[in-house]
């Protein structure tokens, strides 16, 4: 089942880490889409190379083979390119010194050095049945260990139990045989000096029965051969740093530097679960919505990262240049959705006009306000909410608000129940019927000669002329709002009774 690799072919030259060119990876499952977790991930690996003239890798980790989606891969890398984080190599730009960088496309690479950590007593076969191994457990538990590990059975297999097995057409699984007693110590970049002791841990799977190699066994042997120099990750993946720094050791190669970045945790404290349907997770979501790209970028870089500055606000090109991983932060990161759509809404007030009528575009026109529309209509329907706007879907519900009637509710009612609102109403009336065109303009001037004719102003000249129209107390202004539903349409909604 294995082929066989000599000792000096897999035994690696130690490399001096100050010379050493930066290389990160950013490594996803393709068992689903970018989550706001995974693009922190992403953007703090392509940050921390870009600041320090190295390379950001994207490497597919499909060994999951019955959860893989179809469109995960090209949908992760689609909506990274889209954030600005864009990797130097992936599967979609190998470089031929590395690749190939989907796992499923290794297997012969992971094979031979599973065979080679067998040769030297680093590995063994395991023909433990799920069953029996189940059995095992229960009885641990039994006698009260907490945290139940593989028995050894079969570490001391003679050369004729294991042809046994085999004759019987069970295909084993390959586990490491752990150092007994052996501390495991690295200093990580955010949570400094971490120890971990091998008795606790026990000997785990480098190789499933099918050939598919574990994570930890893939990913070590993938970041060694990519010459990964530092690996930034979630803080999940901690418990999984002791498991592969054994391997580097067996191997005899040099151990990249580990950073395990905070958790990120919802408004009650608790982690963010993909399961949670109260907050949207996943950038093709909020791609969806109209959320710019860069402004989910900088909200996701205060998601851990403290900046030296008192700012909020940063571009990519900022961040780059700002980058510091000593400001990572150790404790958790609150996804704060409000914090998000203040950020959003920022960087939509500071489009450009060019830039913002495009941007409003794909979702300007679901709105069955805009179809009988011209252009400058259109152009100023849209201008109307650019300070209001946070997100571009958002528009379409601000335009129904703004020029659809809403029902009545007791402060609008309490507005046209004032005696002076029919005096208001009737005298604009009077005078909007003697127009023959309603601009910006127009529309001020009407009030100008209703307010002299009345003597009202303030709340009681506009508030009754909009609650009528609209139907809600407050909104866009009148003047802006008037020559888009039109002369006809007005007069027919003054002349409406609403009470």
Known sequence: MWSKMGTSSFIALMFNMEKQPIRVRYAPSPTGFLHIGGARSALFNFLFAKHHGGTFIVRIEDTDVERNVVGGEISQISDLIWLGIVPDESPLK???????????????????????????????????????????????????IVAPQYNRRCLHLTPEQKATFEKQGIK???????????????????????????????????VKSNGIPTYNFAVVIDDHLMQITHVLRGEEHLSNTPKQIQLYQYFQWQIPLFGHMTLIINEHGKKLSKRDQ???????????????????????????????????????????????????????????????????????KAMNQETYLS???????????????????????????????????????????????????????????????????????????????????????????????????????????????TGVLHGPELANVLPILGKDEVLQRLRKVRL
Request: aromatic fraction near 10%.
């Open 278 to 348: 109260n907050v949207l997770q996943f950038i093709s979501q909020y791609r969806e919505q109209g959320y710019l790209a860069e402004a989910i970028t900088n909200f996701i870089l205060l998601l851990g990262w403290t900046p030296a500055e008192n700012k909020e606000i940063f571009t990519l090109e900022e961040a780059i240049r700002l980058f510091d991983e000593t400001r990572l932060s150790s404790s958790p990161s609150m996804f704060d959705v409000k914090k998000l759509t203040w950020i959003n809404s920022t960087y939509i």
């Open 94 to 144: 190998p470089n031929p010194a590395f690749a190939p960088y989907r796992q499923m496309e290794r297997l012969e690479t992971y094979h031979r050095y599973a065979q080679a950590l067998i040769n030297q007593g680093y590995a063994y076969p395991c023909y433990c049945t799920e069953e029996e191994l189940e059995k095992s457990r229960e009885e641990q538990m039994q006698r009260g």
């Open 172 to 206: 084993p699984t390959i586990r490491v045989k752990l150092e007994d007693h052996h501390q495991i110590q690295f200093h990580d970049m955010v949570r400094g000096d971490v120890t971990f002791n091998n008795d606790d841990i026990g000997d785990w799977v480098l």
């Open 359 to 469: 941007f409003l575009d794909p979702f300007f026109v679901k709105s069955p306000w805009v179809v009988n529309l011209n252009e400058d209509k259109r152009k100023a329907l849209a201008l109307m909410f650019k300070e209001r706007l946070t997100h571009g879907k958002e528009i379409v519900s601000l335009i129904d608000q703004a020029f659809n009637e809403q029902p009545l509710l007791e402060e609008a009612i309490t507005v046209l129940k004032q005696p002076s609102a029919r005096i208001a109403l009737d005298a604009f009336i009077s005078h909007l019927e003697k127009l023959s065109t309603l601009s910006t303009d127009d529309v001020k001037t009407l009030f100008k000669s209703v307010q002299l004719e009345t003597g009202l102003k303030g709340k009681d000249l506009f508030m009754p002329i909009r609650v009528q129209i």
